[in-house]
């Protein structure tokens, strides 16, 4: 599965919140094969991906971790930092080297509480990310488990 280009960071934040937030940013590299995160642990980063690609997974009991979508230049790694309990709901692993910018979750946390008009673009940004992963996660355990699919596929 390719990464979805409505959950890009231009398209949904304006010129001045996405400002505001890559003021929080640093440069970060991994090398290919590297595991982010894994589902449970404590979400305290996250990322926008500048260059390579990472596989989002999930556990399902009995099987190997199920790749959900892969994620690419622009496209938002996490947000389960933004949630409580601040735990990752899926798991994360390069595929290639990875370039990304990295955010410290309880600075950026702090700024949306300091600064609400900030804080309520990030939050819809983010809920458009979670929604529409929850649907990709949908569809691809249903093509995966269903008897039948999901239906997508004609």
Known sequence: MTS????????????????????????ARYPSGIRLFDEGRRADHFW??????????????GRRPVVLETLGFGDLLGWSWLFPPH??????????????????????????????????????????????RLQVARTRLLDLYAPYGSGSRG
Do not use: K, N
């Open 48 to 61: 926008i991906i500048r260059s390579g690609a990472v596989a989002l997974d999930m556990r399902v009991p």
């Open 4 to 27: 979805m280009t409505v959950s890009r960071l231009p398209r949904l934040l304006s010129a001045e919140y996405r400002g505001r937030l890559m003021t929080l940013a640093h440069e």
């Open 87 to 132: 735990t990752w709901q899926f798991g994360a692993e390069t595929v290639g080297p990875v370039s990304a910018h990295e955010f410290d979750a309880e600075a950026v946390r702090r700024m949306c509480l300091d600064d609400p008009e900030t804080g309520h673009a990030i939050t819809m940004w983010v809920g458009d990310v979670v929604a529409r």
